[in-house]
Structures are given as structure tokens and as C-alpha cells.
């Protein structure tokens, strides 16, 4: 399975993977206490940092901010996400193999990553959760043509 596959599971929009209003972006000075707002309301576990809306500055997990909490307390909240957010932002294409995916988020101990194009600019983002649903989607596909190949469907 494919990104562009695991980005279409999670829209219905006429290109289904490439729906850029479907990126949640905040700017590098919002505070992270409006950052966390912005999370719980939106009931999602990452936000991507952009001064554009198109490409990635950064991303903030909810993550990041528990443990920054547990660092520098409540102060924190005040500061902008740009002290805190990760910087190395890791990215994948449309192309690229969901499997490949689900092991780089795996071993990197992160679980949301932009999908962006050949300039860089932002389609969507893939959390871990959407590469686990596809991987299961994959196998049980497999196992139903090997079922039926076995009795002889």
C-alpha cells in the first residue's frame, strides 16, 4: 500500500490525496497553550508548524508538550511553539511504500508525518495509527486471495 492509499482512506474530497484544507497549521509564535487548545478542540495528536501553510516549519506533538510541561512547568504554556517544536521535520511522498513509513515512524519514536510533493509543499499528514490500518487492510486482503486460492475460489 501506497501513502497516496492511506491519505485517500482518510478523505472524500474530489482528489482524495490531496486535501490541503484538511491540515491542521498553526505559526511558529503561537503560544503553546493555545497550541494546546488547539489540539484537545480538534481531537488531533500533532499540529504542523508553518509560517506558510503550505510547508512544514516544524511539528508539535501533544507529546511535546507533556514533556515540556514536566521540564519547565506551567510557564511554559506562554512561551512560542518554535522553542519547543521539532525542527527536523521528517516527510514522506505520495509515492513512497506505507510499510517503509510505519517503520521509519517506528524507529524514530514519532507518530505523525507531512506527506508533501516534489517541492516540498504539504498534501496531508499520515499519522501511525493510518499506516497500522492499512498495513491490516493489506494482510487481510492477502489472507482472503490465499483462502481462496487454498479452496480453490
Do not use: N, Y
Not at 14 to 28: E, F, G, H, Q, Y
Not at 97 to 108: F, N, P, V
Amino acid at each position: 500500500m501506497l501513502v497516496r492509499q492511506l491519505l485517500s482512506m482518510k478523505s472524500d474530497s474530489a482528489k482524495p490525496w490531496i486535501d490541503p484544507s484538511l491540515i491542521v497549521t498553526i505559526l511558529p509564535d503561537t503560544t503553546m497553550g493555545d497550541a494546546a487548545r488547539l489540539l484537545a478542540e480538534k481531537r488531533i495528536g500533532a499540529v504542523v508548524v508553518s509560517t506558510d501553510g503550505k510547508r512544514p516549519d516544524g511539528i508539535l506533538s501533544e507529546r511535546d508538550i507533556v514533556r515540556q510541561l514536566g521540564k519547565h512547568g506551567a510557564e511554559m504554556l506562554s512561551h512560542p511553539v518554535s522553542e519547543f517544536m521539532t525542527k527536523a521535520v521528517q516527510t514522506c511522498t505520495t509515492g513512497e511504500d506505507a510499510l517503509t513509513i510505519l517503520e521509519r515512524m517506528t524507529a524514530g519514536r514519532f507518530r505523525h508525518m507531512p506527506v508533501v510533493d516534489e517541492q516540498g509543499e504539504m498534501l496531508g499528514v499520515i499519522s501511525i495509527g493510518d499506516a497500522v490500518s492499512g498495513r491490516l487492510k493489506e494482510l487481510a486482503a492477502e489472507k482472503e486471495a490465499l483462502t481462496g486460492m487454498i479452496m480453490g475460489a
